[in-house]
């Protein structure tokens, strides 16, 4: 069941590639960036008119300056500052993502490594993970609930923009506006999504960090993986896992 | 009457009096203690969100004049996205929210009346005819009712019905140079901002004198305030007594504290 490591050397440079490409490792590091930025912003944007009474955010965590010198010199705690913070990274997080999901889908890179996703491997990824039985021998290929989280994330960050828009243009982009129901209501889609991207954040860091090579392969662009030559239907990593056997 | 769906404090966290900000200059040094003790503590329990929150808006370094240009570069963009015959969603009487939430500059005990009968709206700037005008000269021309959207760049919103003159049909009345970039405006409270030229001209922007069909109260800008469906509340000057229409940069009371300035909806 193990998926194993690719040992066989590669033919000739021309035929393999890394795991993670340049471009790809860039915007992974860009992203990395900009996410914080934007939940920091966020969250100090949030504590202006809080959605939930029982929830506030430390000013030690979020964005916008130094609230005591702002109180003092501007007369809000560092609203203006995370407002700023807020729409200079919005440019950078819409403008990376859209490279990442065109990158993506040019090179077939979302086809080989997030599809198929299907039922069964859902399940046997889950038992093998509550087992501690879950193999990183190969990190080149993502098993079911990897893939999974990522196209997860991917909608989560596709929504969260949608909500940040009909946010900040509820009057131009009044019909996206009214998917959200009302003003409030896409308020709270952006809150939820924000939700959903911190516990991404927190699963996604705390196994990395548990697996450091991913995080290595992150940076240095991991194995090397054979090219395909032209688009496959099946998982590319099927034929490897056939020939290393246990 | 109905009461507002909010409450009337803007957040459960802040204080409901402006700070004192005369303490603050007192114990500056002591203050400035407590800052770089806070940033040792949040050094050592997360080391890059720390960093970021280091550069304050009133830091003049490179950072803030990256944020301030990006702010700029944001009003170009907002101006491209702002389309002068895009109406913004309007709404039934029934979802009227009267009164509406109160916000601004000033506590609302600490607001001085204006006085209708001597008030005066003042002209200057690239306008023909700068004679002021008085409430009574106002009320004559034609009345337009607008039940909008009011958003605050807190986060909060509620639904407004206002009523006055069509800012457009007054700026052609006095002769204002409609190719000029900005309409500025003074109040009688010293809070002071601008627009651009597009959105004064936009069919929803009203200088308003009613709201829910009885003259505006003291809080909410009597005798005359700007009302836009297209910008968020603060853009929105209450209490207005001067309307200067120019090509040089007004600025804003909350733009020259670091909000943007376009801040179009």
Redesign the interface.
Known sequence: MDSKTVTAPPASAAKTRQMHPLPLRIMHWTNAVVI??MI?SGWR??????LF?FL?FS????????P??????????????A???H??GM?ILVLNGLAYLAYGAITGRFRRMLWPIRPTEVIATLRDALRFHLSHQDLTVYNAVQKLLYIGIIAAVFIEVLAGLAI?????F?NLA?LFYS??GA?YVHFFGMVAIVLFLIVHVTLALLVPKTLVAMVTGGPQVEKETKPIMAPVHSAFAANTGE | MKMSIRPPS?????PTK??D?SV??DNKAL?EK??RR?IL??TL??G???F????????EGAVQS???A??SW?DGAQAL???QT?L??TFTEAEVVNPPRYNG?LDVEDIKPVDGKTWKLELAGLIGDKKPWTAQQLATLPEQEVII?H???????YIGQWEGVNFRTFLEKVGADLRAKYVSFRCADDYYGSIDMATALHPQTILATKYAKSTITDPFGYPLRLRT??KLGFKNPKWITAIEVTNEYPGGY?ED????WFS??
């Open positions: 914080v930025i920091g944007i949030y504590n202006d008119e809080p009474g506030f000013e030690t965590f979020s964005l916008g300056g130094d005591i010198r702002s109180l003092q010199l501007h007369g809000n705690a560092g609203y203006a500052g407002e700023q913070w729409f200079f440019w900040w243009k509820p009057v131009q009044s009214m003003f409030q308020r | 803007p957040s459960r966290f802040r402006a700070i900000q603050l200059a203050l407590i800052d806070g503590r949040g329990s997360l890059a969100l720390t970021l929150t280091g550069c304050d808006i009133t830091n990256v944020l301030t990006v702010s944001n996205l702002f389309s895009h913004a969603p500059a959207r958003v605050c760049v807190e986060g909060w919103d469906a297209t909350w504290r670091g909000y943007n179009g909806m």
